[in-house]
């Protein structure tokens, strides 16, 4: 291994402050010498020869580091009007009808659903499942759009969002199909698989997401350190406080789950375990986005 | 350098940004393979310095267009790898749109009559 690197870096670096992001800067640095001199090497340079040209072609090092630019911060009312998109007609449209046509069909299928209107459960399913295709296009157009903070997402993606939020509908669909008419057990099986299908995607898709948000947001976000992070990144107490709440809650759901299965039917604990659900994304909703404490202030 | 060279190096070097978002369009890479797959394609002549993009890779990363993480190479220097991110390729997109229409205006009052 060439040594005279480590050397030739060290000199390099000597008299520059160093700050976090010079270190990481010259650790940087360090690896990609490593791989100029074994190239050069390679080609039939000495050691030295080769170590000593791999700094020479870096440059001096002030350059790498650059200086900081300083200028005055626009608020975040100006950026936002800097940068303002406005959002495409069509877009809006359709979005609109999509949703409205959803929440009627929606409507009409709980009503069938609880016989109030006739229809069974082939006609829940099919208004399900009609509602879910809206809604998961509705989905994937509103991440296919460039928005005054975020880039449109890639359309592969976008069409994953869109997939995964039409899989969890029409499972859901297929559940309250179920419900109507508890002979149809293809349906309580079609509906697992459409969940546990989406849960899959929803995570893969959570778990590999990138930055979407605009290089002015981003700079926001550097400018105030708290300004986006969440509230369970700042507050471990409201994080733990989330755990016992839905810890609770799911406790209670699961015994009472229990109860009725036991006492009326087994289809009446996905119910109640439906409700624990939207408990738990409540609470989330409610206690992830708070406003910060006010002690953060005087900091 | 000649004045031609010079010209050249200009154009190349107010693109780097693109080219850089290009280069881990394909797959995430670290710096010396980055520079390498630069210098190879420009063939040598009017390459872009390891200098301007050290401070690239810097602007793109601010910017939230690249994230940056750490190797585990066991022997030798860690490398930082750089992964594109959606908003990174969404600017790419856009860019290489802006550069493909303006080439043609260029190509047009120029008078280039290739292919």
Redesign the interface.
């Known amino acids: 291994m060439n040594t005279d690197i480590h050397r030739l870096l060290d000199e390099a670096f000597a008299g520059v402050d160093m700050t976090a992001e010079a270190r990481e800067l010259k650790e940087e640095v360090r690896a990609n010498l490593m791989a100029r001199t074994d190239e050069l090497e390679s080609t039939g340079s000495s050691p030295a020869a080769a170590a000593r040209r791999a700094i020479e072609e870096l440059g001096p090092i002030e350059d790498l580091l650059g200086s900081p630019v300083a200028s005055k911060t626009p608020s975040i009312a100006e950026l936002h009007a800097r940068n303002k998109v406005r959002p495409k007609p069509g877009f809006v449209v359709r979005t609109t009808l999509l949703s409205l046509a959803a929440a009627g069909a929606i409507t009409v299928a709980v009503l069938m659903a609880f016989e109030v209107i006739d229809g069974g459960p082939s006609g829940v399913v099919a208004l399900g499942v009609a509602a879910a295709a809206a809604l998961g296009f509705v989905t994937a157009d509103s991440l296919r759009q460039e928005t005054t903070t975020n880039y449109a997402m890639p359309i592969g993606r976008a069409v994953g969002w869109g997939v995964a939020t039409f899989a969890i509908i029409a499972s859901l669909a297929a559940f309250a199909g179920f419900a109507t008419d508890s002979d149809a057990v293809p349906l309580a099986i079609v509906g697992g698989a459409l969940a546990l299908a989406a849960l899959g995607l929803f995570s893969w898709l959570g778990a590999t997401q990138t930055n979407r948000h605009k290089a002015w947001v981003q700079q926001q976000s550097h400018h105030q350190a708290y300004g986006q992070a969440t509230r369970f990144e700042t507050d471990i107490a409201a994080a733990s406080r989330f755990g016992i709440y839905s810890g609770v809650v799911w406790l209670v759901g699961i015994g009472a789950a229990i109860g009725l299965a036991i006492a009326f039917a087994w289809w009446w604990s996905l119910v109640v375990l439906g409700v624990c659900t939207v408990i738990t994304m409540l609470i989330l909703a409610k206690m992830l986005y708070a406003p910060e404490p006010a002690k953060d202030a005087d900091k | 350098m000649t004045e031609t060279d010079a010209f050249a190096a200009d154009l190349l070097r107010g693109n780097t940004d693109t080219i850089v978002l290009g280069v881990l369009r394909r797959a995430d890479n670290?710096?010396?393979?980055i520079?390498?797959t630069i210098r190879e394609a420009a063939g040598g002549d009017h390459e872009i310095?390891?200098?301007t993009l050290?401070?690239t890779y810097?602007r793109l990363e601010?910017?939230?267009?690249v994230?940056s993480y750490w190797?585990d190479?066991s022997?030798?220097?860690?490398?930082?790898y750089y992964?594109?991110?959606?908003?990174?390729?969404?600017?790419y997109r856009a860019r290489v749109s802006a550069w493909v229409a303006t080439r043609r205006i260029i190509d047009t009052l120029l008078d280039v009559k290739d292919k």
């Open positions: 670290y710096g010396f393979e520079h390498k310095k390891e200098a050290y401070a810097r601010k910017d939230g267009l994230e190797g190479e022997q030798g220097g860690r490398r930082k992964r594109i991110t959606d908003a990174g390729r969404a600017v």
